[in-house]
């Protein structure tokens, strides 16, 4: 049979008490700090845990940047193929006003000063920037679809700007935020180079409206469209720019859902139940003022008095 001494019993007794006083610290620290662990040693699954969640939400904090982003892109590209289809509904005005046998050459020309303006007009809008950034220069973003470097009414269309620019909007999913512009506005550009030819002439009515009202070929071997067509291009353009913005607003959504659901679960994970833990708390004082109490009957009374 073990020899149990006086120092035994003292020794189990300040190892129970240090145990206990641990305890106690660890149930306060986790109702000062909120968190179940103040380090990784305290639950290792806990923290690996932790850090896969805080991940998920700086992923989705970055998707978010991005989205706001290609909202940018997309709303800046929608108003400028709105201002497009306005100035070809206005040329289309002006060229119905020209057609009229009422006008004189003196008033056509007039008519065509204001066509020439609209043109110039529609050169700036597909020169539209978002920030430092040509949204319709394809992937040449540093770059202006026109130049006026050949002289204001021959700009040089750059080429090779057909590029898509793409942004991620979540795990694996991207969306397109350009409009390569280089086709479109070449087409804008060749009909209403078409119609300051029409109204420099001295055409008729009929000779204005059949020239301006049909598709035509150019010298090269290429088409110029007619104004219907290039406003019905421009509207084709503007829904698939409308349908990305949906898309768009739809990932913005299951992100704002994915966030709230990854941080309840990181929540539930690290964060403190106060109730739960207040109720651990006092238990363990109890059991440490019982534990004191019994230490005190233990060891010699000289020895606790000696301790107080």
């Known amino acids: 049979m073990t020899r149990v001494t006086q120092s035994m019993l003292s020794s189990n007794m300040l190892r129970n008490l240090n145990s206990s006083y641990n305890k106690m610290s660890k149930y306060q620290d986790m109702l000062n700090s909120g968190k179940v662990i103040t380090r990784p ?25 991005n989205i706001r982003e290609a909202h940018t892109w997309l709303d800046s590209t929608d108003e400028a193929l709105d201002q497009v289809g306005s100035a070809m509904k206005r040329v289309k005005e002006l060229i119905v006003q020209a057609a009229n046998d009422t006008n004189t050459a003196d008033d056509r020309q007039k008519i065509n000063a204001e066509i020439k303006q609209i043109k110039q007009q529609l050169r700036d809008i597909a020169n539209t920037k978002v920030g430092e950034n040509y949204i319709f220069s394809g ?32 795990d694996g999913i991207s969306t397109k935020l350009n ?9 804008i550009d ?99 003022q019982a534990a004191l109490s019994v230490g005190a009957k233990v060891i010699q009374q000289t020895l606790v008095d000696f301790i107080r």
Do not use: C, W
């Not at 409009?179 to 087409?187: A, I, L, Q, R, S």
């Not at 349908?243 to 990854?262: F, K």
């Open 190 to 288: 060749d009909f209403m180079g078409r119609v300051d030819t029409v109204l420099q002439s001295n055409a008729t009515s009929e000779e204005i409206s059949s020239a301006l009202g049909l598709e035509m070929t150019d010298g090269g071997g290429g088409n110029i469209p007619a104004l219907d067509g290039v406003y019905e291009k421009t509207l084709t353009l503007r829904a698939e720019v409308g349908a990305r913005q949906n898309r768009v607003e739809m990932m913005e959504n299951r992100l704002d859902v994915q966030a709230i659901n990854v941080t309840k679960q990181k929540s539930l994970n690290e964060d403190t139940d106060y109730a739960e833990t207040i109720t651990q708390m006092v238990t363990q004082e109890s059991i440490h």
């Open 41 to 65: 040693s305290d639950d290792p699954v806990v923290a690996v845990k932790g850090m896969g969640y805080r991940v998920e939400l700086d992923k989705n904090e970055q998707y978010k940047r």
């Open 139 to 170: 992937t040449h973003t540093s770059k202006p679809l026109y130049t006026d470097q050949t002289g204001p009414q021959n700009p040089a269309i750059t080429t090779g700007a057909a590029g898509e620019i793409k942004i991620n909007v979540f």
């Open 179 to 187: 409009t390569p512009g280089n086709d479109f506005f070449k087409e």
